[in-house]
């Protein structure tokens, strides 16, 4: 059927100069989290309509209103930021509620001299709140004349002619319904209700009195607090108006679904379509084992507990003095921030300082002045304390999640951890901590890093998550914890009731349940060995990782500061392989001097008696910049300017980090090396800059150069960049993610993200025969070098050093120690013409 596209003009509601929504001072209106539009710099003091239309929203205040086309796109105009503070003063309404006007009617009237003194901005917007309604929006630039030139024009998502025909002039309305359910239209029932009316096309309000809610946006349906015996309406508009209200009014009626009603006809009550279906995911074919991702190696057996969370439903709205949710929010930050010290003083008293490090980082993240700022600016247009701060810490943590750099990825779940805490005191729900019966294997579609730390070993036996991947900022605090852990469980472990009996293999990645008596008897008797190879791993840790016949591997740990370094000495490491920099760097307001790094530097190095230290230059991006290093939002910062690429943009930040480094290197084995190479035009900006420094600071002594292999094409051109430098070292987490297009964070992907992959171990070894033909050595030092199914391949494919968390040093320098070298290189020929990562752990399996 032909099909009509429709646009719309709007003109400048004021004279002024155009500005995009980026340069707006305020991240609720640059973020669009209110919906995309312009702003305008204003030349006059009157605002004027941009198109006929409706008012159907005035704000008290004057400030702001709402203009609804007759084809129902509606046109928020705001003028000034933070400007709802004023109550009112400086505005003079032309218009009120319900009034038609015409394009170029005036609307407000305002005082331009008073408002420059008293609001933060002048900057007015005019944005399209329900942009569904959008197949395209272009902005106009420079100077506009209000209510002559044309400002934004609107593409309307286009219609057939059927449709076009229906959709006008369609209205229905239900009967008064009163409200059935016990506590309201809380969360669960306004979700149902918003799942419903989403199926169909025309605008659905739902009515009480005076009030209206959008029925398909779930904040807006709690919004307004509908009560148990409130009466309400539907009103429908549209093509299928009619046949919305029918469907909807009788589940409304009925209680959608709520406790004690008959299920309502939402997702989560009925069957899901089939065309809608994922594609099957590999399952075992046995009933009983459910299939996941090797997250932290262990063996746990143990009964089921069931980690669930409520949500927590805020209302939209506050008081309508926003100082006095200020006050409540303020009151709430300072209340969680003594909680997080108390939790930190705890756990530095049982000498946990890994765990207190946390609780540290959490208390920094109350302080972040990006999150705040967003705050802020909700609470200045009127929403609630609550409905604030849990807008700015959900919209931070979407931005954070799936990272590149593991530091900063994993600070995406310590925000949700922290947001939640706060939002706990506002709401008067506090956070709970789980607290599973001894002998527990916890499944949880999410767990959290406060959740995972604050986990006792002796009582929680092992965890399964449906989320998350093997590289998680949780399954890498689970290794440190020695818990068993698997993520990416199948979702219908959800489902096992609790106190069930499962035995938990981290190793393989697998939950068994309903396991025979003679099954928990194996298993108990395998835990009981690793406990004694454990013990034997621990005792051995000083020997050399040298193979049955000769062959030496250097075994070093990956570090984020001298404690690491301190702690993987006590273990056996032979040096540190990565000491990840951007510790100095982060959660301050200027950068670290040079002075303030060499001594950090040269601490760590005299840490390590005359064992090699290697310096991973600053890794960050354009995704989370620092705070005194400002970037431009970039559409795909995991492909934009980060790792090394920063240091070339800004190099006053890499050049005082080298001078650091050469200073520190002075009487200690320290290299140097780059992240993010993807280029040889790279790698010699970088080690021309490095000269550049050397020739300035004649007392030092020579340094080694290297990079990072994360990239394909660093892999693939090996040889070529072997010339440049004196080693490599793999960053197996991102080169997975880059050589599979998964990213590792991502929550559907993250589980498939596997190192193993033979994709990637061709990789692996396509740079070690690049690096022996110009006789230089690589290293590994991504999660896969901590990986006891990994270590005899690494070793076969030519890798010299492995840099593994510091816990796994022990254990890795036993699985060196337990083949021949021959041995494990026929054991990497057969991994490399394998077609899956599952087949090439099927080659070393664990033993138990």
Known sequence: ????????????????????????????FSQRMVGDGLAIDPLSQLLKAPCAGTVTQLFATGHALTLTTPEGVEVMMHIGLDTVTLKGEGFTPQVQNGDRVEAGAPLIAFDADYLATHAKSLLTLMIVTNGETLSGLTAASGRVRGGVDVALTLTLAQQSHGEAATAKGQRATSEAIVIPNPTGLHARPAAVLASLAKQFE????????????????????????????????LIAEGPDAQEAVDAIAPELAAGLGDEGSRPAPAPATTEPDPAKAPAPRPQSGDPNLLLGVA???????GKVYQLRREEIAVPETGDADPRKERRKLDDALDRAKNELEALQTELKAQADAKKAAIFAAHQELLEDPGLLDIAESALAK?????????????TQAERLAGLKNEVMAGRAADLRDVGRRVLGVLTGQPLEEPRPPPGSILIAEELTPSDTAKLNPAEVLGFATVGGGATSHVAILAR????????????????LPNGSDVILDGGQG??????????????TAAKARLAEKKAADLAAAFQPATTSDGHNVEVVANIGGLADAQQGMRLGAEGVGLLRSEFLYLDRATAPSEDEQTEIYAGIAAALEGKPLIIRTLDVGGDKPLAYLPMPREENPMLGIRGVRIGLDRPEILRTQVRAILRAGKGNKIRMMFPMIATLDEIRSVKGLVEEERAKLPDTDPVELGIMVEVPSTAVLARQFAREVDFFSIGTNDLTQYSLAMDRGHPKLGAKADAMNPAVLSLIAQTVAGAAAEGKWVGVCGGLASDPQAVAILVGLGVRELSCSVPAIPAVKAEVRARS???????????LAQGTAAAVRALVPLDY
Do not use: H
Request: net charge negative.
């Open 510 to 523: 697998q939950l068994r349940i309903n396991p025979e008596p003679s099954e928990v008897a194996r298993i």
């Open 295 to 301: 997250a932290s190696p262990g063996l746990g057996v």
């Open 382 to 394: 009127g929403k609630g304390a609550a409905y604030a701060w849990r807008s700015a810490y959900t």
């Open 202 to 233: 025309s605008k659905i309000t739902i009515q009480r009195g005076d009030d209206q809610a959008n029925a398909k946006s779930l904040t807006s349906v709690m919004g307004i607090e509908i009560a148990l015996g409130d009466k309400v309406v």
């Open 821 to 831: 070298f021959a041995d494990c290189q026929a054991l990497a020929q057969q991994a």
């Open 480 to 495: 440190a914890l020695d818990i068993p852990a698997v993520a990416g469980i199948e979702p219908r472990a959800l489902e």
């Open 1 to 28: 059927m032909a099909t009509i596209e429709t646009t719309i003009e709007l003109r400048a509601p004021l004279d002024g100069i155009i500005l995009p929504l980026e340069q707006v001072p305020d991240p609720v």
